[in-house]
């Protein structure tokens, strides 16, 4: 049976989704943009505040489902702008042992929700 996930610690929906969803042991996190969930501002003051905003919001739901970043088996990134690829990735990386980072992609998009340069969803595995 699906459980819903939702913390107020991450962004309220802004369409007809959840913030995750937990099903057999795996949970599928929505994607995430960089909105203040305190002030439901956005972060937009320059890219890696953008990035941190995005991964704090994803860290505040794999605690709700009671999940860690080292349980993250999955995770998909959109960027506005390929050429912020290394800025974004070394924030992104902070969050990660790159021993036993997840699989991921890392696409440039033509737009993203509010205009956003950078949005990332996951997966995780919640079985331990």
Avoid: W
Avoid at 19 to 43: C, E, F, H, K, R
Wanted: charged share 20%; proline share 5%.
């Amino acid at each position: 049976m699906k459980k819903i996930i939702q913390t107020e610690n991450a962004p309220a929906p802004v369409g007809p989704y959840n913030q995750a969803i937990a099903l057999n042991d795996t949970l599928y996190v929505s994607g995430q943009i960089a909105i203040n969930p305190q002030n439901g501002q956005l972060v937009q003051d320059d890219i890696e505040a953008e990035t941190h905003q995005v991964m704090s919001n994803l860290d505040a739901i794999l605690s709700e489902a009671g999940a860690s970043f080292a349980d993250v088996v999955k995770c998909s990134v959109f960027v506005k702008d390929m050429k912020m690829y290394s800025r974004i990735n070394a924030i992104y990386a902070m969050y990660f042992d790159e021993q036993t980072a997840p699989a991921r992609e890392l696409v440039e998009v033509s737009n993203l929700p509010k205009f956003v340069n950078v949005e990332i969803s996951l997966i995780a595995d919640l079985s331990k």
